[in-house]
Structures are given as structure tokens and as C-alpha cells.
């Protein structure tokens, strides 16, 4: 049991070694010394704020670079393309050449035996004039010996009274026939070109029917003929034409050529896109771009194009002609480019039309089967800012 008379006196003595406190003062003394802090800490988190502040505004100026001056992109100078010249005929340039019979059956206004060429061409006064339109080197009977090859018609164009492939052995300064190797007369409506394959043995692209578009645009096949016991023969490639040759069929899309502005002037990019539905590769094509004078290729999409050597540098026209890869069979390809402008390429106000800028498509060679081009001119639709 606690001692109450015990707990009294302990209490009592305590209570006189405490002395007065004044509460008051030392609340005011509190208060004064948690102001000052206040204020203390206010004041640097101010300064905080403002140098932060300061700091990221002279950051920001720092980071800032000077806007560069407004550039106009300089355009492409391109190859000109080399002027159409006369194919070298060699030794068909000029000279004396037996030529055999164009055929099985004889054609009257065609030349054949002893003539003299001049310049590709024997002249004749009464029958149609012999040409030689190309011709290639092989040994094609292995005798060691190099031997000339020659594509000669009688005439030319659709009137023309015969085609046909030739062996020639050069005999002094004569060209004497070694043997006919194929002609119009053996089933064909035309024939345009000549390969030299392996083993003296030459190929010929021949054709079904005769088109003043070109080979291409008909049915045609590679034969491959060699001489063999005594004459040439047939030994490689198809013997007849399907009644449902294979095509490849094609179409191209041009994309709108949107120009923007760019520095004084202004830039623009296309694509050029080529879709083959067919069931024919198409190896090589030619791009003919037809565009107002103001537009000029710019950037580094330019490979394989040239200028046109007959183009005019005072046309209000800009010609450029570009050799690109075609596509396979059922698929596309998309070829980019990139212009310059040195002021609106058309007034807003002006028509546009197919008079000054469209694409041009044609089939290069080598062929390898008819191609059949939906449009060759396509216009190429021209946004401006």
C-alpha cells in the first residue's frame, strides 16, 4: 500500500527547487525564432526557384542553334544521251556479197547473187534494195575461222519483201554465203535480232506476225540454229507458237508529283509505279519523263537516266529518258525521283494536260516474249503549294 503522508512530502520538496517560468515571453521567443526559420527557408527555396529558373532559360538559349538561311536544292546534271548514229556494219559497210535466195519461192523484186554494198545497202534501180540491219561475229561451222553473221531484208517496213538470216565467210574482200540460217519465208512475220550462243551456234528473236510497234509488242521466241551436216538446223528453243502465247501485260501508275517550298523555290517527288499482270519477266524498260521547262531532276535517284541529245534548251519542255529494271511476272516495281523548281512549275490557273508532262514507256531489249503496255503515255498529275 502506497505511503499517501510519504508521496506528500517528496512532491512538496520538489515543487520548491522549480522556479517561476514565464510562459509568455518564451512562447513570443518561439514564435520569433520559427519565424526567422520560415523566412530563412522561404527565401532560399525562392532563390531555388529563380536560379532553376535562370538556369534553365540559359539552357534553353544555350540549346537554341541560329535558323540556317532558307536553301534552294540544287539540280542533277545529267549524261547527255549519245545522238542516234548509223550502226557499225563492218565488213557489210561496203564491198562485194553473194547474197543466196530469200527463200523457197522466189520473190521478183528481190535482189539475190553478186551485188556491191554501199553504206549497208546494195542500190538498185528495178528490184527492192538489199539492207543489212546487223549483224555478229561467230565461228559457226568451227573451222577456227571467224565467220559474219548478218540480218539483211529486202526493202523495208511492212512493204518489205523479205527477211532473213545469213552466214557469211570472208573470201578475200568478198563475203560468201555459207548458208541461209532462217528467213521470213519459213513461217515468221518478222525478225529482229540476232545472239551469239555457245558452240559457233546463233539464236534469233523471231516473230509470228509483223508489227510496226516492234517485235515485242507480238508473240516472238528464241530459235537457235547451228550448222550441222552441211547446213543449219534447229536445235534449241520452241518449234511452234501456242495458240495462247504468254504476255506480260503492263500497266504504270504515276504518282502526283507534289511540290512544296523549298528555299527560293521548290521541290518535289514522284514514283513511278509498273505492275506486270502477265505471266512474262519484263528485264529492261525505258522512262521517257515529259515535264514543264521549270522542272529539273534533283537528288541521287538518277542513275541510268540521260538527256535526250535532241532536246532543245529553249523548249518550255524538260525530256529525261531512264533505263530501269522491269518487273517480273505478276508483281511491280516502283521507281522514285526527286525535282526542283525554280518557280511554279504551271500557273494555278493554267489547264493541265498531256502537253507538257507525262510518261512515256517502252520495252528495251532483251526480249523474251510479247509485252503488252495498257498505256504508253500516262499523264503525271502535279500538285503545287
Request: glycine share 10%; hydrophobic share 35%.
Amino acid at each position: 500500500m502506497i505511503d499517501l503522508d510519504l508521496l506528500r512530502r517528496e512532491l512538496s520538496e520538489t515543487a520548491t527547487e522549480v522556479g517561476t517560468v514565464d510562459l509568455r515571453e518564451r512562447a513570443l521567443a518561439t514564435s520569433h525564432h520559427i519565424r526567422i526559420r520560415r523566412t530563412a527557408a522561404t527565401t532560399v527555396a525562392g532563390l531555388a526557384v529563380v536560379a532553376l529558373a535562370l538556369g534553365t532559360a540559359v539552357a534553353i538559349r544555350d540549346d537554341r542553334s541560329p535558323v540556317p538561311p532558307a536553301v534552294t536544292p540544287s539540280p542533277t546534271l545529267l549524261p547527255t544521251e549519245p545522238p542516234d548514229s548509223q550502226p557499225d556494219l563492218g565488213p557489210f559497210e561496203s564491198g562485194t556479197i553473194t547474197v543466196p535466195s530469200w527463200g523457197s519461192v522466189p520473190i521478183a523484186d528481190c535482189s539475190a547473187g553478186r551485188m556491191t554494198l554501199r553504206n549497208g545497202q546494195e542500190p538498185d534501180d528495178v528490184h527492192r534494195p538489199v539492207n543489212i540491219r546487223s549483224y555478229v561475229v561467230v565461228d559457226v561451222d568451227q573451222d577456227g575461222t571467224e565467220d559474219y553473221v548478218a540480218h539483211m531484208t529486202c526493202g523495208e517496213g511492212p512493204e518489205a519483201g523479205g527477211s532473213q538470216v545469213v552466214a557469211f565467210r570472208l573470201d578475200g574482200k568478198e563475203l560468201r554465203p555459207i548458208g541461209r540460217i532462217v528467213g521470213t519465208q519459213d513461217g515468221f512475220g518478222m525478225m529482229d535480232y540476232l545472239e551469239v550462243r555457245d558452240g559457233g551456234r546463233v539464236a534469233v528473236l523471231v516473230a509470228k506476225e509483223y508489227t510496226d510497234g516492234g517485235e515485242d509488242g507480238v508473240p516472238n521466241q528464241w530459235r537457235t540454229y547451228a550448222w550441222r551436216q552441211g547446213k543449219f538446223q534447229q536445235v534449241d528453243g520452241p518449234t511452234t507458237f501456242p495458240a495462247k502465247p504468254p504476255a506480260a501485260r503492263l500497266s504504270i501508275v504515276p504518282s502526283t508529283l507534289a511540290f512544296r517550298p523549298a528555299g527560293k523555290g521548290f521541290s518535289g517527288q514522284m514514283t513511278v509505279t509498273i505492275r506486270n499482270d502477265g505471266d512474262i519477266d519484263v528485264a529492261r524498260l525505258g522512262l521517257k519523263l515529259i515535264l514543264p521547262g521549270q522542272v529539273q531532276p534533283a537528288g541521287g535517284d538518277w542513275a541510268g537516266c540521260t538527256v535526250p541529245a535532241e532536246s532543245d534548251p529553249d523548249d518550255d519542255a524538260t525530256v529525261l529518258v531512264c533505263a530501269v529494271a522491269g518487273p517480273r511476272a505478276r508483281s511491280q516495281v516502283s521507281i522514285p525521283y526527286t525535282f526542283v523548281a525554280t518557280e511554279k512549275p504551271i500557273p494555278v490557273e493554267d489547264e493541265i494536260g498531256m502537253s507538257n508532262h507525262y510518261v512515256q514507256t517502252s520495252q528495251l531489249p532483251p526480249f523474251n516474249g510479247q509485252v503488252l503496255i495498257n498505256d504508253f503515255d500516262v499523264e503525271i498529275p502535279i500538285s503545287l503549294p
